[in-house]
């Protein structure tokens, strides 16, 4: 397995420019993030310097969220977000852009929230549309991923999820749109993970994980993410998986020998 750190989640004691640099100091060579700035289309010089962070910590950015809204409050998404439209298409435009600037290949797209004033079918086109033309923007792949703790967000399962990404498909002829296997969120939303690989190899595009309960790092709760990720790999799985979890323990990477963070000193 490849991992990399994602850096909205972990290394929060230093401002979010630092945390590349920190997470090569512990070893690691990928970061990945959730969109980093606190508006939808942020000033150029608000890019520029997040780009030079990474840059400049001699990391690979692996993957990116577009625009997802107040997350704090509550929000979870665009996508499918009546009103919002024009605001998510800027978005996907500077997504398109840091990704063509860094590298970076996989877009996390959070589909949002249902909400007041619209029907879930209205919601469910919209997404449609949206997905379609960020697939058909960014250079790479559009993930979509179900999420738990939020009761309003609709895509809970895998099959969820699939679902979305067979209609967007069927619709735009798109094939670069792909499930993120974040195996934390389908353990808590009860899932079963061990179907839901074998299901959907051949759809996943990329893999996040943590422990349950408490969403922290790998022992601290008692998810098998040993069997699954060694499952993964069987079905042929070679992208990267992301470590998307709170800290819980003093070390976060504690649990993961150094030889196994990096792609270049891994003796895999």
């Not at 840091?98 to 007041?116: E, H, K, M, P, Q």
């Not at 709760?221 to 819980?248: K, V």
Request: glycine letters at 12%.
């Amino acid at each position: 397995m490849r991992y990399a750190v994602n850096c909205s989640i972990l290394l929060t004691d230093l401002p979010l420019l630092e945390r590349p640099a920190a997470a090569r100091a512990a070893g690691f060579d990928a970061v990945e993030f959730w969109w980093p700035f606190s508006t939808s289309v942020p000033a150029d010089g608000e890019v520029d310097a997040f780009v030079r962070a990474i840059d400049d910590a001699g990391v690979r950015l692996i993957g990116l969220n577009f625009a997802a809204g107040d997350m704090p409050a509550g929000d979870r998404g665009l996508m499918s977000w009546p009103g919002r439209s024009a605001e998510l298409r800027d978005n996907i435009a500077v997504v398109a852009d840091i990704g063509r600037r860094l590298g970076c290949r996989s877009f996390n797209a959070l589909y949002g929230n249902r909400v007041d004033g619209a029907t879930a079918g209205q919601q469910d086109d919209l997404a449609a549309e949206h997905l379609a033309l960020a697939a058909s923007t960014v250079t790479g792949t559009v993930l979509l991923e179900p999420v738990s703790g939020a009761g309003r967000y609709p895509l809970k399962t895998a099959a969820d999820a699939v679902a979305v990404i067979e209609r967007v498909a069927g619709d735009s002829g798109g094939t670069n749109i792909r499930l993120l296997a974040d195996l934390y969120h389908l353990s808590v939303n009860g899932d079963d993970v061990d179907a839901a690989i074998s299901a959907y190899a051949d759809r996943i595009g990329h893999v996040q994980i943590a422990d349950a309960p408490g969403r922290g790092e790998p022992g601290t709760g008692d998810l098998p993410l040993d069997r699954w990720l060694a499952a993964l790999e069987r079905t042929g799985y070679r992208g990267w998986t992301g470590l998307e979890y709170r800290a819980i323990g003093g070390d976060p990477f504690a649990w993961l020998p150094r030889d196994r963070r990096s792609v270049t000193t891994s003796t895999r």
